[in-house]
């Protein structure tokens, strides 16, 4: 068998999301736990690294989706239904709980609401936040790309590569907050040019694998910032090669794996709804200070630690086939 193969990343695309979500999940619930042995806290933390798992298929589905079909109005018409109604929805249901039902501050909640607190504060679902002015201009991005398809992809990630570390050594405070969103930007334009080899069906996932094990041994082995720092993205991608190319191996000798991947590829359909619902629901949880009462149940923190993900996954599918039943059918 020629393991070298290219393996078919989209077969196992939702697949991928699902355990990034699981991933990013684990990160974000993980700052409960206590009393549990550092090598399993620090695998938990490496699950953030599915935000950048995130950008870099939305990358590779941008590429594909715009080299199939240059059609500006029906991109933003997806971009629309697929991210930012779930959105809004799911965002006014919380932040209009807590600015307008209880503090009465509609100025704050319009603040929140429309992830300018990312911008000035810090705080809500950066990701949301950087996805805004990303899906409004990577049409016209692709448009310039696509001329030099190589040279450009080079160019582009040279400069945010350069500009961030300078940022970093310049004014850590800005570095800091603008870490996640350089970091991103580097996976979509990764993603955007390996979705040409996706969609020529050339690429070569086993190799991709290797370099992941190698980043990932790099990573646990060392306590080098600048090491964590770079490894928590490169490293999840070529954990997204791994994936599919396990997968794709497993499922040749057992069925029942099949089953495994559909379950992981199901919750992969909500795979923006659970991230959204989890920040939210860690939020009313400090919010009304649920969080003190279910330490005070289990000191350990797994207790919160399960419950709020299971909470969030089971409401973010609950709020999406809403959704979609009330609203995105009929747009």
């Keep these: 068998m020629n393991y070298f193969i290219n393996v078919p990343i989209s077969k196992y695309r939702n697949t991928i999301y699902g355990i990034a979500t699981l991933g990013i999940i684990a990160t974000h619930n993980s700052q409960y736990l206590s009393d549990i042995p550092y090598w399993i806290i620090k ?8 935000v950048f798992i995130f950008a870099f298929l939305s990358g590779m589905g941008l590429f594909i989706t715009l080299n199939k079909e240059y059609n500006i109005r029906k991109y933003y018409y997806h971009r629309l239904k697929r991210v930012f109604i779930p959105y809004l929805i799911i965002s006014f249901l919380w932040y209009g709980y807590k600015y307008i039902l209880i503090e009465h501050n509609i100025p704050y909640f319009f603040y ?3 992830t300018l607190s990312f911008w000035g504060n810090h705080q809500g679902a950066w990701y949301v936040a950087m996805l805004i002015p990303v899906y409004i201009i990577w049409p016209f991005f692709y448009q310039w790309i696509i001329k030099d398809f190589t040279r450009r992809t080079i160019l ?5 590569i350069i500009l961030s570390e300078l940022l970093f ?5 800005i570095a800091k907050h603008l870490s996640q969103i350089t970091q991103s930007l580097m996976y979509f334009i990764l993603g955007n040019y390996i979705g040409k080899n996706v969609k020529d ?13 190698i980043i990932i041994f790099a ?6 910032d600048t090491i964590e720092r770079l490894s928590t993205g490169i490293g999840g991608i070529c954990i997204t090669f791994a994936i599919a190319w396990i997968f794709q191996k497993i499922n040749y000798k057992f069925i029942f794996f099949n089953q495994i991947t559909n379950l992981f590829s199901s919750l992969g359909k909500y795979s923006l709804e659970s991230y959204l619902t989890n920040i939210f629901i860690l939020q009313a949880v400090k919010y009304f200070s649920f969080d003190k009462m279910l ?6 923190g797994i207790l919160i630690f399960i419950l709020v993900a299971v909470v969030g996954i089971l409401t973010a599918i609950g709020l999406s086939k809403l959704i979609d039943f009330t609203i995105l059918k009929h747009i």
């Design 219 to 224: 990573r646990f082995l060392t306590n080098n």
């Design 295 to 300: 330490i005070s149940l289990d000191s350990s």
């Design 169 to 173: 050594y310049t004014n850590q405070d």
């Design 201 to 213: 069906n050339t690429l070569k996932s086993l190799y991709w694998f290797i370099g992941g094990i």
């Design 156 to 160: 582009s990630l040279a400069i945010i």
């Design 112 to 114: 929140e609401w429309s």
């Design 43 to 50: 695998i938990l933390k490496f699950g953030g690294s599915g």
